[in-house]
């Protein structure tokens, strides 16, 4: 079972890196556009890019979304991934751990605590995780394993359906997600893996006491795609759902009057502008996973150059916009008639 894991997650990765496991869809920000500032009164200097997450400070507010975990490949991505945040203050997303408490040799690549000793880093595990056997007892555990600050719950029944093997009862999820809000004494944070968040499930995360949501919303990376992909039996079931889901800037549209929820931009997040431009939309922080493993891939110098690449990116999205602050960026006016 657990090679079986293993040997899926490292086709993942492959899989992921391909320009076909994008989506053909944009997350829609391409018309969310800033009106310029042409007298910013600022200094580019002075400009505060940084920000609190659990309790801990970044120095801008992105996460590098959950990826892998439970492999050689998975132990020296994550560790260079805690490296990297560690160093540009960011947080970092695990991926999912089933496989760490089916097999305790697979737990090194998600005890990154050393190596990470300041930012915020994120458990996780799958929603019909939860309902199989000691499915909340085995979050909280996924969170002592890593020293979480946070767990994530990934809700993705799609992705389980088209998988040939996949886990398709998402019977009784609901109350187990209330569960598992209620024991733990850690935030819990649901996501979705790229197809987005509705409205209708937002609501009934929200009245589960789910309080921070990352829509993980579509126009990036499309887990239907990969499967499909993966999986020469998958394929034909699949490829009619590469483009599923919800666009990022409707979702972000939908859900940012939801005030009970802090939001969490991610799928399809691209650029420094692209966390800038969805702050602007109500997101407390954004998240972005296939553009860092792409970066890693090319070198960990790379990977480091490319965070860095972001920050100056918001910053002058910021200083352009004449937002000294983030909480300025949140009032930068928008060109009208824009999806704004
Ligand atoms: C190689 C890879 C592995 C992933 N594994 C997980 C996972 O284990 N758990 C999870 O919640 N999301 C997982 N995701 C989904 C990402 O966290 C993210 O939601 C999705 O890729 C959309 O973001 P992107 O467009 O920036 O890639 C994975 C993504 C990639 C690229």
């Known amino acids: 079972m657990t090679e079986n894991i293993g040997e899926r997650k490292n086709r993942h990765i492959d899989v992921a890196m391909r320009p076909s496991a994008q989506m053909a869809i944009s997350t829609g920000l391409e018309h969310v556009r800033f009106e310029p500032n042409s ?3 600022l200094s580019l ?5 940084s920000t609190v997450f659990l309790r801990k400070s970044l120095s801008m507010p992105l996460i590098i979304s959950s990826m892998s975990g439970g492999t050689q490949r998975a132990l020296t991505l994550n560790q260079a991934l805690a490296r990297a945040a560690e160093q540009h203050g960011i947080a970092l997303a695990l991926g999912s751990m089933r496989i760490a408490l089916e097999d305790k040799t697979a737990r090194a690549s998600f005890q990154l605590r050393d190596l990470a000793p300041n930012i915020p880093i994120l458990a996780n595990l799958g929603g019909a995780q939860l309902t199989q056997g000691a499915g909340v007892d085995n979050a909280l555990r996924c969170m002592e394993i890593a020293e979480a600050d946070a767990m994530i719950i990934h809700l993705n029944p799609l992705q389980e359906a088209i998988q040939c093997t996949g886990d398709t009862d998402w019977r009784h999820v609901t109350k187990a997600l209330a569960d598992l809000v209620r024991r733990s004494s850690q935030p819990i944070i649901v996501k979705e893996v790229g197809h987005g968040i509705g409205l209708q499930t937002a609501q009934r995360l929200i009245d589960c006491g789910i309080t921070y949501i990352d829509i993980a919303a579509a126009g990036g990376t499309s887990w239907a795609g990969i499967e499909a992909q993966v999986d020469a039996a998958a394929f034909q079931i699949g490829e009619p759902f590469h483009d599923w889901g919800i666009p990022l800037v409707a979702s972000l549209n939908q ?3 939801l005030t009970q929820a802090t939001l969490i931009a991610s799928g399809g997040i691209r650029s420094g502008l ?12 954004a998240g972005a996973a296939q553009p860092f493993l792409l970066a890693y891939e090319a070198g960990e110098a790379i990977l480091h150059q490319h965070i860095e690449c972001w920050r100056a990116q918001l910053r002058i999205a910021m200083f352009a916009t004449g937002s000294a602050t983030l909480a300025d960026l949140k009032c930068a006016p928008l060109i009208a008639n824009t999806a704004c």
């Not at 200097?45 to 890019?49: N, Y």
């Open 45 to 49: 200097a002075e400009i505060d890019t």
């Open 39 to 41: 007298l910013p009164e």
């Open 255 to 257: 859900l940012s009057g």
């Open 274 to 285: 692209d966390v800038a431009k969805v702050i602007r939309l109500g997101a407390r922080l």
